[in-house]
């Protein structure tokens, strides 16, 4: 059984979060200036856990008013010897949660959580519309790759 925990990243955990990052989606740059940059731009950091190794991760933030209830799910890797067992579910299902209590505290409600992801990554769009996610408008263009938008209403 997958034990899923939410955690304060430290420093501690900079390399068990590395080797995740690394197997699923961050193959260059200075990881630990990256990480601590989106810390201190209130990145939410999820990591699930199995027998006290890190098997995944997920990233989400806030954006605009809060009144406006708005996040989005910058990102989400899980180990491949993790990958197939029902994981990625766990994670998003956690990240909304952990939203919602956010926004609880601040006397806020969460209204829709989206995502941006690549236009030629089909497995990843075939995943999150499999956890209830949604496309939202047309193809665009960000830093010149083609993305779509997929939404998930809270």
Do not use: P
Not at 64 to 88: A, N, P, Q, V, Y
Not at 107 to 124: F, M, S
């Amino acid at each position: 059984m997958i034990k899923f925990s939410v955690a304060n990243i430290d420093k501690k955990l900079i390399n068990d979060v590395k080797a995740v990052l690394r197997s699923g989606w961050l193959t260059h740059g200075k990881f630990t200036e990256k990480f601590e940059s989106e810390i201190k731009k209130g990145y939410h950091y999820l990591i699930s856990e199995k027998k006290g190794q890190i098997t995944g991760l997920v990233t989400w933030l806030t954006h605009g008013l809060m009144k406006h209830g708005l996040f989005e799910l910058d990102r989400i890797c899980i180990l491949k010897e993790s990958r197939g067992m029902g994981l990625g579910k766990v994670l998003v299902e956690s990240l909304i949660e952990d939203a919602r209590l956010f926004y609880q505290k601040k006397n806020e409600k969460i209204r829709k959580l989206y995502l941006l992801t690549h236009e030629e990554n089909i497995k990843a769009q075939l995943f999150y519309e499999k956890v209830g996610f949604k496309k939202s408008g047309d193809l665009f263009e960000e830093a010149g790759i083609m993305h779509y938008k997929m939404e998930y209403k809270a």
